[in-house]
């Protein structure tokens, strides 16, 4: 099993102590360090300001969202990434949500499925530089001769030579139509809320993917990269707490009422009723109720939390469900050290 170490996005400021984590994640024989973005920080910053001090690990945004700039702006982003890291970026892209595509960066959401195909589409040509980058649409024209044109866009190439024609990509992705369109054009599935139970249902949906024609990849050399809190704890009970108030954010406040895709992914887990409460106490503003309302079970379906024993026979469980890299967020150095221990992966 592969680690990865998420940074996330930040809050009100930059946390302090990220350069020594991501130090500390690298000497333990973690292999990757992440980033993300919301609507302050963005992910590729950190990744080259921090990301400096390192030598091995791979570099990736998890998640890159679409909307967030134009995928010419962002392949240039992946490719300038690339070179100053000696070929470790990964490039995780993402939809987000209604609530943010079309309050904070103010375009449709609609169709999200045929947006991310038509730009992960442009980010290959741009990296491939083979010829000139062309897009007939309808999401993202190039040249664009629409409404408001002059007329003068001509393609272009990009004046930098991308370090690699393969950059992987790996999308962000939680329902079922979505992970096969992962399959079929991306190099990895950065997974939300994975559950070893669901595995079998994960992998049907993959291999939906990899038998449309002209998949990218198959199952063998395609990378699941499962976001999960990883706690080597005798006390496990304040972490399942306190990972109860930031699942209560994201299943009330993290969607609209009506189109909450993490809300989704629990419904499928059985959890339908409890998502159904959490997000009307939290949309009450009785944020403490909501999560107090998280099931224990609902925890442990998508976090390991425990004894070094129990995390080592989790993470094997996970492994065998079928996921490759887990990502996960350490507050600590003291927690990257006993997680390192705990997996022998030092």
């Given at each position: 099993?592969q ?48 990301g ?21 702006a ?60 062309r ?14 044109a ?59 993917g ?33 990972l ?103």
């Open positions: 099993m680690l990865g170490l998420q940074l996330g996005y930040w809050g009100a400021g930059p946390p302090a102590d990220v350069p020594e984590l991501i130090v500390e994640a690298e000497r333990c024989g973690f292999d990757a360090v992440f980033a993300a973005e919301s609507w302050g920080s963005d992910a590729f910053t950190p990744l080259a300001w921090w400096a001090r390192t030598e091995r690990v791979l570099l990736g945004t998890s998640v890159a969202q679409l909307s967030a700039r134009s995928p010419t962002c392949a240039m982003h992946a490719l300038t990434l690339d070179h100053l890291s000696g070929g470790r970026a990964v490039l995780g892209l993402g939809v987000s949500g209604p609530q943010v595509v079309e309050g904070w960066y103010g375009a449709p959401f609609g169709k999200p499925l045929a947006r991310t195909r038509e730009y992960v589409s442009i980010v290959r040509q741009v990296l491939a530089r083979e010829q000139p980058v897009s007939a649409g309808p999401h993202y024209p190039l040249p664009f001769t629409g409404d408001g002059l007329g003068l866009g001509k393609p272009l190439r990009p004046i930098t030579h991308p370090l690699r024609a393969d950059l992987p990509i790996w999308l962000g992705a939680e329902g079922p139509r979505n992970v096969a369109l992962t399959a079929e054009i991306a190099d990895g599935w950065l997974a939300i809320y994975w559950s070893p139970r669901l595995g079998p249902m994960y992998e049907e949906w993959l291999a939906d990899f038998a449309r024609p002209g998949a990218r990849r198959q199952r063998a050399d395609f990378t699941v990269a499962a976001s999960c809190q990883v706690v080597v704890t005798d006390d496990p009970g304040p972490e399942i707490a306190r109860k108030g930031s699942m209560a954010l994201y299943l009330g406040g993290m969607g609209a009422p009506g189109m909450n895709f993490h809300a989704d992914v629990f419904g499928r887990m059985g959890y339908a009723a409890e998502v159904a409460e959490i997000g009307r106490l939290f949309r009450d503003g009785r944020r403490a109720e909501a999560a107090a309302a998280v099931p224990d079970e609902l925890v442990a379906d998508i976090a390991i939390i425990g004894p070094a024993e129990h995390v080592r026979a989790e993470v094997a469980r996970w492994e065998k469900a079928g996921v490759g890299m887990l990502i996960v967020g350490c507050r600590s150095v003291e927690q990257v050290r006993a997680l390192a221990g705990a997996l022998a992966v030092e």
